[in-house]
Structure formats: C-alpha cells, structure tokens
C-alpha cells in the first residue's frame, strides 16, 4: 500500500506542470435547443481555445478555432455561424454555443489549445 501511495504521489508531482483545459461535465438537449459548452483553458492566457466534434469510434473533426482578440471564429470545413459560434469571457475562459440541436450534434466536443485538452459529451 505505501509503495503504491509513494508512486502516485510521484506521478503527481511530475506532471504538477501541466496545464490543465476544464470544462464541465455531460450535458443532454433534446431537438431544437441550444446547448453552451465552457471550456477554461487554466495557464494558458495568450491562446485560441480550439473546438473539435468526435463522433463516438470517428476521427475528431475540427469545428472553430477562437482567440480573445478576434471579433469571430475561424471555422473548419462543414461547420458554420450562426449554427457554431464562440465568446470569451476573459483570456482563459471560452464558450461554445451550438443552435438548434439537431441529432446530428451528439457528439464529444473537445477543446483545446496548446499545453490542455479536455472533452464533453453531448447527447439527444
């Protein structure tokens, strides 16, 4: 047991550097809704926060990428305003929107940016 404390109290400390990306847990809409998903991107202050759509066994497909000091998203191919957007409540916190949920929005969304990543699920 204290072999096993010490080694996860070593791991810890190594990776203690990291910056850590948070955002919030699971969330469920039904048809119609619109659904914001916040993404903090802890440390990181001079970085876009970059938002991604997988597809449960697909290969992530790159939404928007948005920087604090941009008036709008730069989007991915498919993927569009007013459908996608993205705000920013400071330098570190960001804020997917996504409109009219259809069932093709189920998805993992994760954000990123360099230095984090997290994801979120959302489901119809």
Same mark, same amino acid.
């Given at each position: 047991?204290?072999?096993?404390?010490?080694?996860?109290?070593?791991?810890?400390?190594?990776?203690? @550097?990291? +910056? =850590?990306?948070?955002?919030?847990?699971?969330?469920? *809409? /039904?048809? @119609?809704? +619109? =659904?914001?998903?916040?993404?903090?991107?802890?440390? *990181? /202050?001079?970085?876009?926060?970059?938002?991604?759509?997988?597809?449960?066994?697909? *290969?992530?497909?790159?939404?928007?990428?948005?920087?604090?000091?941009?008036?709008?998203?730069?989007?991915?191919?498919?993927?569009?305003?007013?459908?996608?957007?993205?705000?920013?409540?400071?330098?570190?916190?960001?804020?997917?929107?996504?409109?009219?949920?259809?069932?093709g929005d189920s998805a993992v969304?994760?954000?990123?940016?360099?230095?984090g990543s997290v994801d979120q699920?959302?489901?119809?």
């Amino acid at each position: 047991m204290l072999g096993t404390l010490c080694t996860l109290i070593t791991a810890l400390t190594c990776v203690s @550097g990291v +910056t =850590v990306v948070t955002q919030k847990p699971v969330v469920a *809409v /039904t048809t @119609g809704e +619109t =659904v914001s998903i916040d993404c903090n991107l802890g440390t *990181v /202050t001079n970085s876009a926060a970059r938002w991604y759509k997988q597809i449960p066994g697909g *290969v992530p497909q790159y939404v928007l990428r948005f920087y604090h000091g941009n008036s709008s998203p730069t989007y991915g191919t498919g993927f569009s305003s007013p459908k996608f957007t993205s705000t920013h409540q400071s330098t570190t916190d960001y804020r997917l929107t996504i409109k009219n949920i259809e069932e093709g929005d189920s998805a993992v969304y994760h954000c990123n940016t360099w230095g984090g990543s997290v994801d979120q699920y959302v489901s119809q």
